[in-house]
């Protein structure tokens, strides 16, 4: 038993076996694969992974799988690596894609004690916050996404995600917070690149309302 006892103590930590590409793009495109891990290095599966573009806002989003790893086909060039994870904060690399090499990046998340939008609303005054998330037929965030929220007894009055910031905390992306909203009905319109234009009712009469609204591609060019 001692000796069985020793060699637990000293053996080196678990280390998950390497993530395997599975997707082979081709046409110039290039596989971005890695490994979302926290502090300890053990694994956190089904990370939302986030790749943005530096010169503009395009982001692709992947999901991490049970083993904690993930793959986004992209074009070279230099991008903002991120994950989100519920009770852990957002990280951010810089990484540089390029043919040259094996584009592998790990990230390591840390633990947050953030665990969800915090709402701003006076239930005294009939005002409410609400926050709308815009998704793919995979349930991946739509990024970037416009909207408006206008009252349908008076149009003229209109909330827009321009003047508020998209949420970033633990939760997908592709999101929008609107502090403040009297109740009442309103029209919601959002616009995305490569996505029809979604308008539909939106209801306010609680303190706080979250919405998940399902975006629908455009058809591919022949």
């Known amino acids: 038993m001692l000796p069985f006892l020793l060699a637990l103590a000293f053996a080196p930590p678990y280390a998950p076996p390497p993530c395997t590409p599975l997707l082979s793009p081709g046409g110039g495109l290039i596989l971005v694969h890695g490994r979302i891990v926290d502090p300890t290095g053990a694994v956190i599966p089904h990370a939302l992974v986030r790749l943005k573009t ?15 790893c993930y793959q986004i086909v992209t074009s070279p060039g230099k991008y903002m690596l991120q994950a989100s994870s519920q009770g852990f904060a957002i990280p951010t690399r810089s990484i540089v894609v390029t043919t040259a090499e094996d584009n592998s990046f790990d990230l390591t998340l840390s633990v947050s004690f953030y665990s969800g939008p915090i709402v701003v609303a006076d239930e005294s005054t009939n005002s409410a916050s609400i926050r709308i998330c815009f998704v793919d037929p995979l349930g991946l965030p739509v990024d970037p996404v416009r909207f408006t929220v206008k009252t349908i007894v008076n149009p003229k009055h209109t909330y827009s995600s321009e003047q508020n910031t998209p949420a970033e905390g633990p939760t997908p992306w592709g999101c929008g917070n609107i502090y403040s909203v009297p109740w009442g009905e309103y029209t919601l319109t959002a616009d995305a690149p490569g996505f029809e234009r979604v308008q539909q009712k939106v209801v306010s009469e609680h303190t706080f309302v979250n919405q998940t609204v399902p975006m629908t591609p455009l058809p591919a060019k022949p």
């Open 54 to 68: 530096t010169t503009n806002d395009h982001s692709s989003y992947a999901k991490a799988d049970g083993a904690g």
